[in-house]
């Protein structure tokens, strides 16, 4: 896993922890990780691709 890989599992952890969201959308997590909502996206895509989060279009995101 690399270091953003990382990032991202923190801040949504951090996020369905802290507020107690069951899941998180992609403009919280770029607020909390100070970038875009597009570069989220991306990103996010990638982790569903390997299994690490939940995630359908234009959804929420969850960890699996």
């Known amino acids: ?27 919280q997590l770029a607020e909390n990780l100070g970038i875009s909502p597009a570069s989220v996206s991306v990103m996010i895509k990638k982790m569903k691709d390997k299994d690490l989060v939940d995630y359908q279009k234009y959804g929420k995101i969850c960890l699996r």
């Open 1 to 27: 896993i690399t270091k953003n890989v990382e990032d991202y599992l923190k801040a949504i952890f951090y996020l369905t922890q802290e507020f107690e969201y069951e899941k998180v959308g992609t403009n």
